[in-house]
């Protein structure tokens, strides 16, 4: 007969002991500090996570992720042919360029008076990266069970401008992207993509206002590796697209026409 010898193994430890440590010290933390949905306010249970289960179930999907065009999907590519269009360019080379409509999907819709819209601004103003890191893993996890986003070989986030990053002390895109790289199984490239002017906020500008205001304001300032075919752009919110289209066009000028640019976002303004 075995001794006992006074110790569990580690596979019985992390299955039986870990799992009850942790739900006690959580149910303590709970009473000390309640939790509360962001969306609802209601006090959350223990094994839910920034929403309650009533919210979550709730959540206003866009399910775009699983369509190649949709209104996220036409607000990005036209706004991309109207910077292709207002170009220079031969007419052989705007043909060029015209022949391929690019892919975009957010996780949920963006409502300026929906609670759900809290989550955005948690992330982005109240310095809660956590809520961040949930969703953008929820986001990967939808754009990997696409055929659309099978293929991305390189995820870019939305720079922000060195001082606005240096104030808040972290990019809500970066915080995203990386979340959603864990899903998707493609790496985060920071430091490709700058922000090269420190555009003022979007936030109450109309249409053709935000186009305008960040216009030629991203640059590519590291060389791109030629094996990447399809790049991933993520922001935290969609409203117009045209910080995105902006991106797009800067990327577009370092990449060849064969190499897709697709956009993401948590949210999307739904018009």
Not at 153 to 162: C, F, M, R
Request: hydrophobic fraction near 40%; include cysteine.
């Amino acid at each position: 007969m075995q001794e006992w010898t006074g110790s569990f193994p580690n596979w019985a430890y992390n299955i039986f002991i870990m799992p009850g440590i942790r739900y006690i010290f959580n149910s303590v933390l709970d009473i000390l500090m309640p939790r509360t949905c962001v969306v609802c306010g209601r006090k959350l249970l223990v094994n839910e996570q920034h929403l309650c289960m009533y919210c979550e179930d709730d959540i206003p999907f866009t399910y775009n992720w699983n369509m190649h065009h949709n209104p996220m999907a036409d607000k990005y590519n036209a706004l991309i042919q109207k910077d292709i269009d207002s170009s220079d360019k031969t007419l052989e080379a705007l043909q060029a360029e015209r022949i391929r409509y690019e892919y975009a999907a957010a996780l949920f819709i963006y409502g300026a008076d929906a609670g759900y819209k809290h989550i955005c601004h948690r992330l982005k103003y109240e310095g809660d990266t956590a809520i961040g890191r949930h969703f953008g893993c929820l986001l990967g996890k939808r754009l990997a069970q696409s055929g659309l986003y099978k293929d991305v070989d390189a995820i870019i986030p939305v720079p922000l401008h060195w001082t606005r990053k240096w104030k808040r002390g972290y990019n809500q895109a970066e915080v995203i992207a990386k979340a959603a790289s864990k899903e998707i199984g493609a790496p985060v490239v920071t430091g490709m993509l700058a922000r090269k002017r420190n555009t003022s906020t979007q936030t109450k500008l109309d249409v053709e206002h935000k186009y305008r205001n960040v216009s030629g304001a991203f640059e590519v300032r590291k060389r791109p590796d030629p094996k990447i075919r399809h790049i991933l752009l993520i922001d935290d919110v969609f409203t117009t697209g045209a910080t995105m289209a902006s991106c797009y066009s800067a990327l577009r000028k370092a990449f060849p026409p064969e190499t897709r640019i697709s956009a993401s976002a948590l949210a999307s303004v739904w018009q």
